[in-house]
């Protein structure tokens, strides 16, 4: 009787830490930040952050710029007087999100199919006599065999979706491409009570498409990536405990 006792104690120290090791570091600070605040994460370098991979994309050849002695035009200028719009590292511009997408899918297949074989053997060479001496119940030359088999298929499927996402956020310029075009990114939290929200933007742009106003549509954004998400109690209460999650996981069936 100790001896299961200590095997049960065993196997559930095992499960403890094994749902301990799952939920990470997240669980730790979830636990430290009980009753108050979400924290606000401070404000780094993006170059500087782990993980940052400058960007690498097909570049055309540079042109040779010819310097014109005595010229007030300067070679690669877009204006007669200075430009207000983002143009160097370091830079701010304002990224204007607006994304409506509506797609309506419906799809229904049906399979029908109906077989049918039969076969005899009522003259082989004499053999067919000499069925009946060892299965003299079972064989029935003229009927030998007869197979059938039936398959039908029916299946539907429908998609309805929806979204609609208007927002803006500054991005910083944290990189000039060889061809001109700049990398942008923008990060922007924003905390009431105890739910934070978190919105993240990035992505390649063109000088000729920032606006007047220092403004760029999410649309001529290329290789955009934006993350819209929350933080805090109300997100905890929409998500599946970890444990469920780890079951529809590692559940087969």
């Known amino acids: 009787?100790?001896?299961?006792?200590?095997?049960?104690?065993?196997?559930?120290?095992?499960?403890?830490?094994?749902?301990?090791?799952?939920?990470?570091?997240?669980?730790?600070?979830?636990?430290?930040?009980?009753?108050?605040?979400?924290?606000?994460?401070?404000?780094?370098?993006?170059?500087?952050?782990?993980?940052?991979?400058?960007?690498?994309?097909?570049?055309?050849?540079?042109?040779?710029?010819?310097?014109?002695?005595?010229?007030?035009?300067?070679?690669?200028?877009?204006?007669?007087?200075?430009?207000?719009?983002?143009?160097?590292?370091?830079?701010?511009?304002?990224?204007?999100?607006?994304?409506?997408?509506?797609?309506?899918l419906n799809n229904q297949t049906t399979t029908t199919r109906d077989t049918s074989e039969s076969a005899n053997a009522t003259s082989l060479l004499g053999i067919e006599s000499q069925l009946s001496k060892i299965l003299p119940e079972a064989v029935d030359p003229a009927s030998l065999a007869d197979l059938g088999s039936a398959h039908s298929v029916a299946g539907s499927g429908a998609v309805s979706r929806d979204e609609t996402i208007e927002l803006e956020v500054a991005a910083i310029v944290t990189q000039i491409l060889p061809n001109g075009n700049m990398v942008i990114s923008g990060r922007q939290e924003v905390r009431v009570n105890f739910e934070s929200r978190d919105l993240f933007v990035t992505g390649v742009v063109r000088p000729e498409d920032i606006s007047s106003g220092n403004t760029i549509d999410s649309a001529k954004i290329a290789e955009a990536r934006v993350a819209y998400g929350g933080r805090g109690h109300l997100t905890d209460v929409q998500q599946a405990r970890y444990g469920q999650q780890l079951f529809d996981i590692i559940f087969p069936f």
């Open 1 to 104: 009787m100790t001896l299961h006792i200590k095997s049960a104690f065993v196997k559930s120290a095992l499960l403890l830490f094994t749902l301990a090791a799952v939920s990470g570091c997240n669980a730790y600070s979830r636990i430290a930040t009980i009753g108050t605040e979400p924290p606000l994460s401070t404000i780094n370098n993006p170059v500087a952050e782990k993980g940052y991979q400058p960007v690498s994309l097909p570049m055309p050849r540079p042109e040779p710029v010819i310097q014109q002695a005595n010229s007030l035009w300067r070679p690669g200028s877009r204006a007669f007087f200075k430009d207000q719009r983002a143009s160097r590292i370091g830079d701010i511009l304002t990224v204007k999100i607006e994304i409506s997408d509506k797609a309506t």
